[in-house]
């Protein structure tokens, strides 16, 4: 073992350390992260709906619109509770707060009213008492919630019996409740709490308590009160960990057994809301009375009355991601229940997780230090492949919870740290290829060599390039004038600000050479649209050169124009390394090269700084461009027909380009007719160029002279290139 895999296993171990603890502490992230991916398990198999004596009566829209807003008068919910017990309900649990007196009791109406006999009040009806009348004797349980404030308690309407050590401090915490009118909680056959998540931040309802406690006694929840009064049970059971005080495992409620969290929470695993747990209120206070099939779904039910109106704000979300009323999550926990589809995590579960953190990230460390980073990284995904599948299959079987994330995350992590570390040290020849070469070659050749076998093989591929050439004008002249040092002061700040725009537009700079640049495009990469890329490379090209001219960077004075030429063609050529085994460059040769070159030779006798092709000009649909006209281009058997960039899609675009485009037509058939006097037209043109770009007028200045040059040409259209992009590539007319 060297001392630097010594190291990188020593750094691999402390970070497995550390993640093993920090899972250990389980932050609220982990707990966050292990949630939604227990949540994502139900979105893929949520609980089915199974027809269950469970009822919902449901205060909505339609109700409200009846019998008018929320709160109504209580004698109302004393028709509501007679009809419900005539049909037959076994428990009739009301998800309301009645902390109140009725507003609209008759007796508190009256009693506010000046000049009233108060021995009159005294025998209107009162709608408090008129519900304590109705809830008496029958299975009817009232809700309370939590509150910050006072010392309520409510009464507690059954008993409870422990297995094993005293749950009393294991169920979230009672400060103070909401009080129930006495009457009332006098006359309920039980009494639950309401609350579907206290003390938790999330606004998603995952794991309902079914226990609060204030620390001398236990209080159930709406839900399985319920179905203790529908079974005429009077205690619950509650089994604690034998070892472990404060820690509940089940809970016992008539003959149904379910399993808890330590802190007595059962998981709801949620069914999707549908409208079949679901009767409306009005139905059951119809004034005709209540129809045949809505009886028969009341008789023998567990029925909850709450509301699913919006406007009352009792709206909650399920792990399904479904926004629903609070009074469905109390009806599916009976649901649940009857039907025996538990979710549980197990006590070891924690253990088992923690264990597999560090068992998997110390074999990812040694893996990727003696092995290879790909076998680490290949055993780790087969690891995580085994563990999401095994936890899903503990999910759908037997409804067990288990977390892949936590040891897939830090596997990840592991072996992240650990490939970094390896590549870190082995990667030093890499980083010293990039330092001695990255100033000649492009970034995208550079990759290339990096991480292709034998990228540094010599051969080569021929496929289609788009080929530059830029020369600078007078050169020579310049050269002659100057000291050296001054040449090469002057050179390196054209070159290297012209230069920029080739590799800023996806090219590969080719060579410099004297006063030249040589770059194209489409390889070693393939670039989309790569004419396109070499002309904004050139417009690029004209900006700035007219930027450093104006700014006086080569310190010429404004008497002195540095000018260029730009040749652009598009061929098919040979691109690869080409020399000896020890020193080869890349590069492209063959006659797209040849032909790109001569182009750029042309500049000077066209007048005009950037020429393209008819092959290039034809993938050029948005851009201005004219006809140049047909040259002879050196070592060429036919003349070259040759278009003048003047600009992108906004001079494309503009009314001065589009008259300059009709003038050009006029001055072209003029010259292919041999019009003896072309002077109005030429002076035209000549005014309008100056308008588009500073060197168009000497491009027309030259154009008498090169008659010949537009004399074979077929006549044009008013658009020098067609702008259906959507078209085939085609040749500009």
Partial sequence: MTNAQKIGVIIGLAIVAGLTLLRASDPPLMQQLRDITFDEYQRITPRPFEATPVRIIDIDEASLKEFGQWPWPRDRLALLVDRLSDMGAAAIAFDVLFAEPDRLSPRTVMRDVAGVDPTLVSRLPDNDELFAKAISGRPVILGFGLSTEGDYRPPIKSGFAFTGETPLNAPP????????????????????????????SS?????????????EQLYPNLAIEALRVAQGASTYVLAAAPDAPDTLTSAKIGGFVVPLTKSGELWLYTSPD????????????????????VAAAIDGSIVFVGTSSAGLQDIRTTALGQNVPGVSMHAQTVEQILTGHFLSRPDWANGMEILAIAVLGTVLVLLTTFVSPAVALF????????????????????GLLFDPLAPIIAGTITHFAATSFRILVIDRERREVRRAFGQYLSPSLLYRIEHTRNALRLGGDDRELTVMFVDVRGFTELSERLPPAEVVRFLNTLLDALSRHVTANEGTLDKFIGDSIMAFWNAPLDVANHPAKAVKAALAMRETLSGLNTGNAFGFGPEYQVGIGIGIHTGLACVGNMGAETRFNYSAVGDAVNVAARIES??????????????????????ALLDAGSLGLKGKSSRARLYAVIGGEEIRQSSAFAEMQHLHADLTAALRSRAEDITEILTAARSKAASLTPGLPRFYKKMPRRAEHFRDLAPQTTDAVTTDSDAPSRSPV
């Fill in 173 to 200: 915490r009672l400060t103070a409740a909401t009080p129930i009118r006495p009457q009332l909680q006098m006359s309920a056959s039980g009494i639950g709490h309401i609350s579907l998540n206290p003390g938790n």
């Fill in 203 to 215: 606004s998603v309802v995952r794991r309902i308590p079914l226990f609060l406690t204030d620390g």
């Fill in 274 to 293: 549908i409208a079949e747990r679901y009767i409306s209120a009005s139905r059951i206070l119809a004034p005709e009375g209540v129809a045949p099939e």
């Fill in 379 to 398: 055993c780790g995904l087969l690891i995580t492949v085994l563990a999401v599948a095994a936890s899903w299959f503990a999910f759908s079987r037997w």
């Fill in 602 to 623: 042309a500049c000077k006798e066209v007048g005009f700084d950037i020429l393209v092709s008819e092959a290039t000009a034809a993938e050029l649909p948005h851009f």
